[in-house]
């Protein structure tokens, strides 16, 4: 069976977060540099997979853990992770920064590899596709944006503050950032799965179950 995965990148990583996370779920996987985050630590990740462009301290690497060398060019260290390895649901720390087209990569991820569920934590926020029925329960009065990552009809939803229910996201169209939950109880259903939800962190475990 086949677990859920903690990736760690070679961007900003607020260790607090992740350590809290790494603690309950396992296997680790780091993209290349990303294991520079977890040398001083002393954690070893199960993996390390990358073009090791960026992976410091590689003769002691080599001797804790597996390191899979992907020299090509045309994939970014993360999607190597991906296309080399299977999980319900992948979270994933250190694909942001200072600079914007991390989070450019982070959009064209979740775009590109429909077929994997990815909770990317950026700094206080979580990033998410959100399946075409998504039903959760969130404290009312929760931040949760909503994003078209391509064309979507909002069949129908409840429990936020502004409605969107028959709403034809697309980007350059109609997004929904910035709604918020007015009751405990949330549902939106759309015609095809190409929403992200942006929410708060500390709501992970929430997110968690509505993805597996």
Do not use: C
């Not at 779920?25 to 990303?34: H, I, K, M």
């Not at 990815?118 to 596709?129: A, S």
């Not at 929760?142 to 994003?147: C, W």
């Amino acid at each position: 069976m086949f677990e859920i995965t903690t990736i760690i990148g070679t961007g900003h990583v607020n260790m607090d977060q992740f350590l809290s996370i790494y603690k309950k779920v396992r296997p680790l996987v780091a993209a290349d540099g990303g294991a520079n985050h977890l040398y001083d630590s002393g954690i070893v990740p199960d993996m390390i997979i990358g073009d090791l462009d960026s992976l410091q301290n590689k003769e002691e690497w080599k001797q804790k853990t597996n390191i899979i060398h992907v020299p090509d060019q045309d994939s970014t260290d993360l999607e190597k992770v991906l296309l080399r390895t299977e999980a319900p649901l992948y979270l994933a720390f250190g694909f942001t920064g200072d600079r914007f087209d991390h989070t450019l990569e982070i959009l064209h991820v979740l775009s590109k590899y429909r077929n994997k569920q990815i909770i990317f934590f950026v700094e206080d926020d979580i990033v998410f596709r959100i399946p075409k029925l998504w039903n959760i329960e969130l404290p009312i009065g929760t931040r949760v944006s909503l994003y078209p990552l391509h064309k979507t009809k909002i069949l129908k939803s409840s429990g936020l503050k502004w409605p969107v229910d028959e709403l034809e996201m697309r980007q350059g169209h109609i997004i929904g950032t910035s709604n918020e939950t007015t009751n405990e109880y949330v549902m939106i259903e759309q015609d095809e799965p190409h929403l992200i939800g942006v929410t708060e962190w500390k709501f992970h475990d929430k997110i968690i179950a509505t993805l597996l």
